[in-house]
């Protein structure tokens, strides 16, 4: 706000005029709010896919799904018993004091966080760390690698897969088969069977794991199978691009309207960096 007094440049850019009073904070969290309400983020995101000009480079047979974690701004400390209990802290106690969760039993069951009561403890594997986190979810189409769709949702459940479900679907609302490329993480029977029905075909990694993969060679002999397998990487790119320059490896926002709202946001960015590189023409 204080660049905004004397920076020409700032003003240009945000459109006011020279001796125009500059807006109170307050204004932005407002602005925000209505943001929020009327869903821009996801209208953004739309509308750059829906240009002329955007609709050529995309493809509407093969797209790729994949999810990522992103961290809550909230700390362990705050994830408290439903009951309103809590074990002192090693150092007096106090709002920074030290705490000692050892031997202590905690799940989203029983504890939630007293910051960001929307975040949910989680991690991605065995040994590996739980954080209060969310879950953000995309589906790019293949070809070109931009985003079609993001979305956020909480870490309850299997989220990737009801999320993959419901962003898939509108695209599968024609009479041929489109694929779907995915991790591992996604071969399950149920989610496999789920997309047949919609007249999608799995191009799910295998995880063979100490278990059965739902994807069989009826799937995996066809070389389409196998590009969907090294297209659906790209997505990482696009996760990667949102959590480091776009700065959400953690969420500066708490609650997951907002949290979803940025990510969202982010995604549309990504989007419109990749385009000048797909259109060939100077950034």
């Not at 990522?68 to 909230?74: H, M, Q, S, Y």
């Not at 995915?182 to 278990?211: C, I, K, M, W």
């Not at 490896?249 to 990504?270: C, E, H, I, P, S």
């Amino acid at each position: 706000m204080e660049r905004l007094e004397f920076d020409l440049l700032f003003r240009w850019f945000v459109g006011l005029d020279v001796d125009e009073p500059v807006w109170d904070h307050s204004t932005f969290s407002k602005n925000r709010d209505r943001q929020l309400a009327g869903e821009i983020a996801a209208k953004f995101l739309t509308a750059i896919l829906d240009h002329p000009r955007v609709r050529r480079l995309l493809s509407s047979d093969h797209f790729s799904v994949d999810g990522t974690l992103i961290e809550a701004w909230a700390s362990m400390k705050s994830f408290r018993p439903h009951d309103g209990g809590d074990r002192e802290g090693g150092n007096g106690g106090g709002r920074d004091g030290f705490a000692d969760f050892r031997g202590e039993n905690r799940s989203n069951d029983t504890h939630t966080s007293t910051t960001d009561p929307d975040a949910m403890l989680y991690k991605k594997g065995p040994g590996m760390e739980a954080k209060l986190c969310f879950i953000g979810h995309g589906l790019i189409e293949n070809r070109s690698g931009l985003l079609l769709n993001a979305r956020l949702t909480r870490v309850s459940g299997h989220p990737e897969r009801l999320a993959a479900l419901e962003m898939i679907e509108p695209f599968a609302e024609r009479p041929q088969g489109i694929t779907l490329g995915a991790d591992r993480g996604y071969d399950a029977a149920d989610f496999v069977d789920e997309l047949r029905t919609l007249n999608v075909r799995p191009h799910v990694a295998q995880n063979v794991s100490r278990r059965r993969s739902a994807i069989n060679g009826r799937t995996t002999r066809h070389a389409r199978y196998a590009a969907s397998i090294r297209a659906r990487k790209r997505i990482e790119e696009a996760f990667g691009w949102i959590k480091t320059i776009a700065g959400l490896r953690k969420a500066k926002l708490r609650g997951l309207a907002k949290v979803d709202w940025a990510f969202t946001f982010a995604a549309a960015a990504y989007n419109l960096i990749r385009l000048p590189k797909l259109l060939g023409v100077p950034a």
